[in-house]
């Protein structure tokens, strides 16, 4: 099983979402349907409300992170 293999994963509150894009997206650029996914995840950010000591990241299905680079991030701290 991969379950081992993610096991520093566990414990992660992880939210998917998803985004359609409108009907009439046929017809816009790739630039516009990557704002349009941008816009999308913005909203589900708001809706989450998260605690400002989360870490949040945002990736496609498909790109699981590296625990090691996970561990680095969360011991970073922003300045003002």
Do not use: K, T
């Not at 998917?16 to 017809?27: E, G, K, R, T, V």
């Not at 704002?35 to 998260?50: F, T, V």
């Amino acid at each position: 099983a991969h379950s081992d293999r993610f096991a520093e994963l566990r414990g992660l509150r992880l939210v998917p979402w998803q985004c359609d894009l409108p009907a009439s997206s046929a017809n816009v650029s790739a630039w516009e349907r990557e704002y349009h996914m941008r816009d999308c995840g913005l909203e589900a950010l708001q809706r989450l409300q998260p605690d400002p000591e989360d870490l949040v990241l945002l990736a496609d299905v498909d790109e699981i992170p590296d625990p090691r680079a996970l561990r680095h991030l969360a011991s970073c701290r922003l300045v003002d």
